[in-house]
Nanobody
C-alpha cells in the first residue's frame, strides 16, 4: 500500500488561501488517480476533488471554482490550491489513491484546515 503524507494546512481568514500537498510513497502498486477528501467535526468524510493520471479533474459543487487540484511532476504528489476559503471549509483534509476502479482504504494523518476570522 501507499503511505500518504499530507501537509500545508493551517489557519486562514475567510477569503484567504492555502495550498495543501500530499506525497504518496512506498508501494510498487500503480495507482491511476488521486483525490482530496475532508472531514469536518461530526460529519462524514467527503471527496472534494480528484485527478486522474491523465489530468482529468472533478470537484464537489461546494468547492468548484475555488479549489484547484493538480499533480506534481513525479506523479506521486498531489496538490490542492484553496482560494476564497470559507468557514465551512474547516476540516481535516486527507488524500487518497485509486487502483483501477477501487479507491484504496488507507489514509494519511491528514492536515487540519481552519478558516476563521
Amino acid at each position: 500500500q501507499w503511505q500518504l503524507t499530507e501537509s500545508g494546512g493551517g489557519l486562514a481568514q475567510p477569503g484567504g488561501s492555502l495550498k495543501l500537498s500530499c506525497v504518496a510513497s512506498g508501494s510498487r502498486l500503480s495507482f491511476n488517480a488521486m483525490a482530496w477528501y475532508r472531514q469536518a467535526p461530526g460529519k462524514q468524510r467527503e471527496m472534494v476533488a480528484a485527478i486522474t493520471l491523465g489530468g482529468h479533474t472533478n470537484y464537489d459543487d461546494s468547492v468548484q471554482g475555488r479549489f484547484t487540484i493538480s499533480r506534481g511532476r513525479t506523479g506521486n504528489t498531489v496538490y490542492l490550491q484553496m482560494n476564497n476559503l470559507k468557514p465551512e471549509d474547516t476540516a481535516v483534509y486527507y488524500c487518497r489513491v485509486r487502483y483501477g476502479s477501487v479507491w484504496a482504504d488507507n489514509w494519511g494523518q491528514g492536515t487540519q484546515v481552519t478558516v476563521s476570522s
